[in-house]
């Protein structure tokens, strides 16, 4: 069954603080990894995706995330948060060539004090 | 220009009733989604279209009925109205079923009192 982890449930950091925010999936084949973000009371927005190519992607607002295939993981980063990071953050997964069926993961709550 | 916009944005309800919420996308997109927010946050894909065919239907209580007219409108009724279908509905949008990135609107908060 296809499934995407994220073990971090609620982060608080610090204004210019490193952030790290981990994401493990299960999938069968070729997998398209995203990650999209939420701030409150928002829609998603997709900061960014992983199709193939270079597995260290950059995505808009600073964020980056690598993709290591030998430990099924797609890890979000920043170098130094700001408070208006302040948003819940999913990771997602789909399969690559199918039928588009994004499977999220529970969210990481990321809190950025001042 | 609003891509994936859905109204109504809030729906306060009783129980029993019908509802609907309305999708539409301008980006030429072939492939549009219902997901489901929960109260916990998870989203969860309900259903999916591509070209006005259904593709995907989750596990989805046959009181949810989505009716596509052409491709970039993705409509959701909703019969019988429970208190459990309280969440938040995104529609979304991509140009390919074959995992493209997918674009979402800005969410229906439905509450069912």
């Known amino acids: 069954a296809q499934s995407v982890s994220q073990h971090n449930h609620h982060v608080i950091l610090s204004e210019a603080a490193s952030l790290e925010l981990g994401c493990n999936y299960s999938?069968?084949?070729?997998?398209?990894l995203f990650w999209y973000v939420q701030y409150p009371g928002q829609h998603l927005q997709l900061l960014l995706k992983y199709f193939s190519g270079d597995p260290l992607v950059k995505g808009i607002k600073g964020f980056e995330a690598e993709f290591i295939k030998s430990k099924f993981s797609f890890n979000l980063r920043k170098p130094s948060v700001q408070w208006s990071d302040t948003a819940e953050y999913f990771c997602?997964?789909?399969?690559?060539?199918?039928?588009?069926?994004?499977?999220f993961g529970t969210g990481t709550r990321l809190q950025v004090m001042l | 220009d609003t891509a994936v916009s859905q109204t109504p944005k809030y729906l306060v309800t009783q129980m029993g009733n019908d509802k609907s919420i309305k999708c539409e996308q301008n980006?030429?997109?072939?492939?549009m989604y219902w997901y489901k927010q929960d109260s916990k946050k998870f989203l969860k894909i309900m259903f999916s279209y591509n070209n006005k065919e259904l593709i995907i239907n989750e596990t989805v209580p046959n009181r949810f009925s989505p009716k596509s007219p052409d491709k970039a409108h993705l409509n959701l009724h909703i019969n019988s109205l429970e208190l459990g279908d309280s969440a938040v509905y995104f529609c979304?949008?991509?140009?390919?079923?074959?995992?493209?990135?997918?674009?979402f609107g800005e969410g229906s908060w439905l509450t069912v009192v």
């Open positions: 997602a997964a789909s399969g690559a060539g199918t039928a588009s069926k994004l499977t």
């Open positions: 980006l030429g997109h072939d492939t």
């Open positions: 999938y069968g084949g070729t997998v398209n």
């Open positions: 979304a949008s991509s140009p390919s079923i074959s995992g493209n990135t997918i674009y």
